[in-house]
């Protein structure tokens, strides 16, 4: 086990930010760490790396107590803070030479551990810039490259993508994924597709609890077992009122193109029951089928509240 986080709470003031948290993260796990802002992920975050310390409960990394073992614990740990800050007088390789230092590596292992992250992050075109005149898509790599300098056995990214164009993305969801054959990742994003690509886990945590801690996909089997949403196409115009003579369609929405969305609470598949009555009522059906839930709509049915 990597990651071992029992019932942590922190408050600020009056604000309870993370209330009685827990979860575990395996080795050789990515899992996706979301929820919408002012959840409590990146409290959560920096209490796991120890740069907070939690009101209550406990935190364990490879089996050592988080407050007693700060030292080795942090030499395990990479991590990318939410706003990366950075030296922005510093050229790249001055300034990872510099994070090397403080994790004890000197000579030729920081060269070579300097060369490596590089290589990995896509710095080496920039290397011979400033970190201030680099653009926030390359300041990310460049904080990629700090969290991976001393080799850790665990990540902790809050926010890896941010900034990225959609062709620097595809190479960071590459590298993540490669990291996280050998490594244990918790990473923090908005972008949900990201998590769905990439990650074996999905927690969401929301108002400073978690709400959810599955795979993608069974969260979305989950979500869809709460409502049925079936999409039918007519061939012809149809008012919406049709469909609320069926007493099992709780809410019908009309997208154009005599295309419709019928929303069911009923659990049984209903698309037997709606072909029989668009037949009875003379209307050709050119689709009817049962809408999946995507990831992002189970996220803001969990997350409303």
């Not at 990479?78 to 000197?106: C, D, F, S, T, W």
């Not at 941010?162 to 190479?171: F, I």
Request: charged content about 25%; some cysteine; glycine content about 8%.
């Amino acid at each position: 086990m990597s990651i071992a986080v029992k019932e942590i709470s922190k408050r600020y003031g009056s604000q309870l930010a993370v209330n009685k948290v827990s979860f575990e993260v395996h080795t050789g796990e990515i899992v996706g760490f979301i929820g919408p802002n002012g959840a409590g992920k990146s409290t959560t975050m920096k209490m796991i790396t120890g740069t907070l310390s939690p009101d209550s409960g406990s935190i364990r990394i490879n089996d050592l107590s988080a407050l007693e073992h700060q030292r080795e614990i942090r030499g395990m740990i990479g991590y990318l803070p939410e706003n990366n800050p950075l030296y922005h007088e510093m050229y790249i390789r001055e300034y990872l030479q510099y994070v090397a230092g403080l994790y004890k590596l000197n000579g030729k292992e920081a060269r070579e551990r300097i060369s490596i992250v590089i290589e990995m992050t896509s710095l080496s075109r920039e290397v011979s810039k400033k970190i201030g005149n680099l653009s926030k898509g390359y300041r990310q790599r460049v904080g990629l490259a700090q969290a991976l300098l001393h080799d850790p056995e665990i990540l902790i990214l809050d926010e890896p993508t941010s900034g990225l164009d959609p062709n620097q993305l595809v190479e960071i969801r590459n590298l993540v994924s490669n990291i996280g054959k050998e490594k244990t990742v918790l990473l923090s994003t908005h972008i949900l597709q990201e998590v769905e690509a990439i990650c074996d886990r999905v927690i969401i945590i929301n108002n400073g609890g978690i709400v959810a801690d599955d795979d993608a996909q069974r969260l979305k089997e989950k979500g869809a077992g709460l409502t049925q949403t079936i999409h039918i196409e007519l061939d012809e115009v149809t008012k919406p009122e049709i469909w609320k003579k069926l007493l099992f369609i709780d809410h019908v929405k009309s997208i154009g193109n005599n295309q419709f969305l019928l929303e069911t609470r009923e659990l049984r598949d209903i698309r037997g029951d709606i072909f029989n009555f668009a037949v009875s009522q003379g209307l050709t059906i050119l689709s009817l089928s049962l809408k999946k839930k995507s990831l992002e709509e189970v996220f803001r049915e969990l997350t409303s509240q």
